[in-house]
């Protein structure tokens, strides 16, 4: 490369950059003006407090299950969705299967590593619905198939 094409893209290079600095300077300057006219840009806002009803579909049992979190129905519902819906997903609890025992370990795991509050009166009730409705269960990934007509494959 000549001596003038290396001189070229160096005043080049050096033109992109000035730009660049020009209009970052231009665009902070226009900022602070335009902070220094409204300065209520960063002022905090009264915040207001929203109550939402929720639909009558909330609080709705269809066929033994709760319609919004998939609970069974049974004595503790209303405390299990109180006390376990506010930190997790309905679809944690369902999925797991424990003993008693298991569901206050891991309560007590809870409480220990994720600030879950003492369930105080109420824990013996959700401890008894959840090991009532989601103990452990003897099967695998699935129900046997069964009613299946069998057919021999020729070859």
């Known amino acids: 490369m000549s001596f003038e094409n290396k001189f070229k893209n160096q005043v080049r290079s050096l033109y992109y950059k000035l730009m660049l600095a020009f209009g ?60 376990c819906t506010n930190c997790h997903s309905a679809k944690l609890v369902t999925q797991n299967r424990m003993s008693k025992e298991g569901w206050i370990a891991t309560i007590r795991w809870m409480q220990e590593t994720q600030n879950l509050w ?30 299946i007509e069998w057919y021999v494959l020729e070859e």
């Open 24 to 83: 970052l300077i231009g665009f902070a300057v226009f900022g602070f003006i335009y902070i220094a006219l409204n300065p209520s840009v960063f002022s905090k806002k009264p915040t207001e407090t929203i109550i939402v009803e929720l639909p009558e579909l909330a609080n709705e049992i269809k066929d033994g299950v709760h319609i919004v979190t998939g609970f069974v129905d049974d004595e503790g519902l209303t405390e299990v969705i109180q006390n």
């Open 118 to 147: 003492d369930l105080g009166n109420q824990e013996e009730t959700i401890v008894n619905y959840l090991a009532t409705n989601y103990a452990p269960q003897n099967k695998g990934r699935r129900d046997n198939l069964t009613d």
